[in-house]
């Protein structure tokens, strides 16, 4: 135990217990590497099995989400994660290359996890698709491999996803401008390549995020549309409306149990939606 933390605690907090902890741990002075891994154990254990009653009931939960915001930001680190984090990943997507023909003028889709999850061979088995989705590629991680995953396929239609840079609490001026330079120079090389961009998805754990990840997301996701409006070969795909329910509430049958990624239901949702796009531009 540590300032009255519990470290390595295998039990789950009843509701009382978790804001009892949740004050304490803010009022505590004390921020080291050890009490801030202690927190976050136990803050995911809570949140990870009321996750899902959250959603339905987040005016239950409001004490509770907004010292877990305070904590976080008592936590918060500045240090930004290396780019080359994914060079295993990128050096595997190397060696395949090197020993395998890949299809010319492909459809390329490139991103984070979300890309990462998705059997795209399956969905898309006649086409010539080439999956380049790695780790939780933020924005700069995908331009600092731009030659290895995008330029050195030559794509005659690219789809993108990254929602990284707001889940890890970017703004939505920032993750756009990211966006627009990964564009630019995807254009520059390549004029004629048609740039799909994927909207951010919803995820059940959104709010345990950050605070306002579900917030920047839908208002990334405005200016992103907003923005590919005015350009002739670039295009946003609205890939999240089909995640609500008719009532509005977000799906929570279409993810797996992290609560972040889908599972083959969510995939099943945006598999039409990428076809019928395909089927127009391609």
């Not at 010539?128 to 924005?139: D, K, Q, T, V």
């Not at 703004?171 to 990211?178: N, W």
């Not at 350009?231 to 509430?249: A, E, P, R």
Request: aromatic share 12%.
């Amino acid at each position: 135990m540590i300032n009255g933390f519990i470290i390595g605690q295998n039990k789950i907090d009843t509701d009382a217990q978790f804001l009892s902890f949740l004050k304490k741990s803010l009022a505590s002075k004390t921020v080291n590497s050890e009490v801030k891994n202690s927190f976050y154990e136990r803050a995911w254990k809570y949140w990870n099995t009321h996750k899902i009653a959250y959603n339905l009931h987040p005016k239950k939960y409001k004490q509770m989400i907004d010292l877990f915001h305070q904590n976080q930001q008592k936590y918060m680190e500045k240090s930004t994660p290396p780019l080359d984090r994914f060079e295993k990943s990128i050096e595997r997507f190397r060696r395949f290359d090197a020993r395998n023909t890949l299809p010319k003028n492909p459809i390329l889709f490139v991103g984070s996890s979300s890309i990462v999850y998705w059997e795209t061979a399956n969905s898309f088995p006649d086409l010539p698709i080439i999956n380049r989705g790695f780790g939780g590629a933020s924005l700069p991680e995908i331009m600092h491999y731009y030659d290895t995953v995008i330029f050195k396929h030559a794509p005659k239609m690219i789809f993108i996803y990254c929602d990284i840079d707001v889940e890890n609490g970017k703004s939505p001026e920032v993750a756009v401008d990211a966006f627009k330079g990964l564009i630019s120079k995807i254009s520059n090389d390549f004029p004629k390549t048609q740039i799909l961009l994927l909207s951010m998805k919803p995820t059940l754990i959104d709010d345990f995020l950050g605070k306002d990840v579900r917030t920047n997301k839908l208002i990334t996701n405005k200016k992103l549309e907003k923005y590919c409006n005015q350009y002739q070969n670039l295009h946003f795909v609205d890939i999240t409306t089909v995640m609500f329910d008719k009532s509005g509430q977000l799906r929570s049958t279409i993810f797996i149990e992290d609560g972040m990624h889908l599972n083959s239901t969510g995939y099943i949702l945006w598999d039409p939606i990428i076809k019928r796009k395909i089927k127009e531009l391609y």
